[in-house]
């Protein structure tokens, strides 16, 4: 399964909003838009679903802004892959015809696929991302 460019927007933003974690001022939406190339009217959905499931807490007013509502190490990649683009939505009906077993052999791959991708996912937290990213930062 390949991810839409709202997934890819979510943790982006999930990432910066962990970076940020121990910084008491919540970050702003436009200055998250800004510093990755998000379109901040597609930012503050994504922002405004991640925060209807737990995963963001929003501040209001001229200081407020956006930061995370758990620790990074409690928030998985799989956490806002499922509130951004849910898993049920990519799964294939049954086939009411019977299916070959070309097919059923196919299909079978397929769920392997996508069981190993999940746990990829479900292993994989904001921690251990940020943590991988220090390693790669420069100054130009």
Not at 25 to 30: D, G, H, I, K, V
Not at 112 to 129: G, M, P
Request: proline letters at 6%; glycine letters at 4%; a negative charge.
């Amino acid at each position: 399964m390949l991810f839409s460019a709202k997934a890819e927007y979510a943790c982006v933003a999930m990432l910066e909003l962990a970076a940020r974690h121990n910084d008491p001022r919540p970050a702003r939406l436009a200055d998250i838009a800004d510093k990755h190339g998000i379109p901040p009217r597609f930012l503050v959905q994504i922002l405004l679903d991640l925060k209807r499931a737990g995963l963001v807490a929003s501040t209001r007013g001229a200081a407020g802004g956006y930061a995370l509502a758990r620790l990074p190490e409690e928030i998985s990649m799989h956490d806002v892959l499922n509130v951004v683009d849910p898993t049920d939505q990519h799964a294939r009906p049954d086939d009411p015809l019977h299916p070959t077993q070309y097919v059923n052999n196919i299909r079978t791959v397929w769920e392997k696929i996508v069981e190993t991708q999940r746990e990829i996912l479900q292993d994989t937290t904001l921690a251990a991302l940020l943590e991988r990213s220090h390693g790669l930062q420069y100054v130009i």
